[in-house]
């Protein structure tokens, strides 16, 4: 009798009571970070009407002098973190490269 009623438990990964899962719903903190189509429009009027700060300008002279590891130093000091100080970099490298290719 004893034997028979510990074999109907279940073990393993089945085991405790079959439920249905609920769905989950984003949160807008999940959401955050993400760039959505309009802000990435405005934010390239905007650099297309101010154009590059100070700083941008000379780490652009720096980089195309291949001075890499001066505009790294200088992109830091300015940013903050060495995270947004290689994002930058890496976006004013692209738009060098873009100018390359126009002016060609």
Known sequence: ???TN????RRGLNKG????PIAKT???????GIQSSRTKFVRSVIREVAGFSPYERRV???LRNSKDKKARKLTKKRLGTLLRSKRKLEELSTIIQE???TAH
């Open 26 to 32: 984003v949160r807008p903190s999940q959401r955050k």
């Open 60 to 62: 652009m002279e720096l």
């Open 17 to 20: 009571h079959p439920t249905t």
């Open 1 to 3: 009798m004893l034997l």
């Open 6 to 9: 510990c074999l109907d438990l």
């Open 99 to 101: 100018s390359r290719r």
